[in-house]
């Protein structure tokens, strides 16, 4: 979850040597061998290049006594190129009741070596109940959402803004209060702040498991949320847009915020398996509908998108197949497809995490969630570029 600010290798430069170093693999015609398709399968990601093939499983390190946690989110620091994330304080679900951040309040928030993945600082403890999306932004300082509230209502259902040292520096949302009125939040899954410092929450997680038309009138007149709210720089509420819905301007679990080089504003709009995308004032603007069920997404310098699906299943978004898939801004096209894990679970469509950053050497790094963490065996996993 990132502001675009990543110089990368050109993604199209990598494509074409990895279709350079199929060349060999050719049948009688000459035509590259793609399995039984003649043409890449958006749905499969069959016949696509994968440009980071070496995968590091069980990547990052964390403090001596420390038991892995799922997550969702990571970024990469614009100062200095390192990676920052979070796990769920030994949690391997998504909340809930049981073990979260409020019940083990250790440090959730890390800054991994990009390199190493070794840990460079951790803050966090007790502030939190269940992290869900995290934001670096260009003057170093680290924003997280708290998507789920505690038992006592002390917490939760927050925007917290940190700086790099960890200290707390602004909150949004009233703590442990969820609620849609103006300043309020309910279960806010990603934040992002734009070009001109605005402040853009994602808020609303129910609405992926609403199917009908009934079950979203049912759920709007619940108060449950499916928008995007925008503060000032000060934290002040300025507007939102949005309600549970599938049409465009509405959202079934808003999971994810990023900006283009244009100062577009594009929303991973999982529920409604698309992107969504909106200029500053929250008008729609266009739509991209090949990337699968997406958690998380990433944008380059280069204009590159890297979006992750993490949720196709036999039950949601049949046939697709979870990974990461990979495509220019400028139209609704994929280029190329990092694939999943395999998995006993999911045999037909593997799992992927649901967060994704990429560093300035085109190294792509996965956040596992819920449905992953045991296949990765870690809660961040590195996709090295080919070499």
């Known amino acids: 979850m990132s502001s675009s600010r990543v110089a990368i290798p050109s993604l199209l430069t990598i494509v074409a040597i990895a279709i350079a170093g199929c060349a060999e693999n050719t049948d009688s015609a000459g035509s590259m061998a793609l399995g039984e398709a003649d043409y890449?399968?958006?749905?499969?990601?069959?016949?696509?290049?994968?440009?980071n093939p070496?995968?590091?499983g069980s990547w990052a390190t964390l403090p001596e006594g420390r038991e892995w946690g799922s997550?969702?989110?990571?970024?990469?620091?614009?100062?200095?190129?390192h990676v920052w994330g979070y796990e769920r304080c030994a949690s391997g679900s998504a909340g809930g009741p049981g073990v979260n951040c409020d019940t083990n309040p250790v440090d959730p928030i890390f800054k991994f070596d990009r390199n190493t993945g070794e840990v460079l600082a951790n803050f966090g403890a007790g502030v939190f109940v269940t992290p869900h999306g995290i934001y670096v932004h260009d003057d170093g300082t680290v924003w997280v959402s708290d998507f789920a509230g505690n038992e006592a209502g002390t917490k939760?259902?927050?925007v917290h803004k940190f700086s790099p040292a960890g200290e707390l520096l602004m909150s949004l949302?009233?703590?442990?209060?969820?609620?849609?009125e103006p300043g309020q939040l309910n279960q806010p899954n990603d934040v992002i702040v734009g070009p001109d410092g605005s402040i853009y929450v994602a808020d609303g997680h129910s609405g992926q498991n609403m199917t009908t038309a009934q079950q979203m009138a049912d759920g709007r007149a619940a108060g449950l949320t499916g928008r995007i709210v925008k503060f000032s720089p000060e934290g002040e509420y300025l507007m939102e847009w949005g309600e549970i819905g599938p049409e465009h301007g509405q959202f079934r679990t808003p999971h994810a915020l990023e900006f283009d080089g244009q100062g577009r504003l594009w929303v991973a709009d999982r529920g409604n398996h698309r992107l969504e995308i909106y200029d500053q004032e929250g008008n729609y603007l266009e739509s991209r509908y090949l990337y699968g069920r997406i958690s998380d997404l990433f944008i380059t310098d280069d204009d590159m998108v890297y979006a992750i699906d993490s949720e196709s299943s036999d039950f949601r978004h049949i046939h697709w197949r979870n990974g990461v898939r990979i495509g220019p801004v400028d139209r609704d096209w994929i280029v190329a497809f990092i694939p999943p894990w395999e998995s006993e679970s999911r045999p037909r469509n593997g799992v992927t995490g649901e967060g994704i950053a990429v560093d300035a050497?085109?190294?792509v790094y996965v956040a596992e969630g819920p449905a992953s963490l045991a296949d990765a065996g870690s809660a961040f996993t590195k996709y090295e570029v080919a070499r």
Do not use: K, L
């Open 173 to 180: 949302g009233t703590a442990g209060h969820a609620g849609n």
């Open 156 to 158: 939760g259902h927050q």
């Open 361 to 363: 050497d085109g190294h």
């Open 54 to 56: 070496n995968r590091i």
């Open 40 to 51: 890449p399968n958006v749905i499969t990601g069959d016949g696509f290049p994968n440009p």
């Open 71 to 81: 997550t969702a989110g990571m970024d990469t620091d614009p100062t200095d190129g």
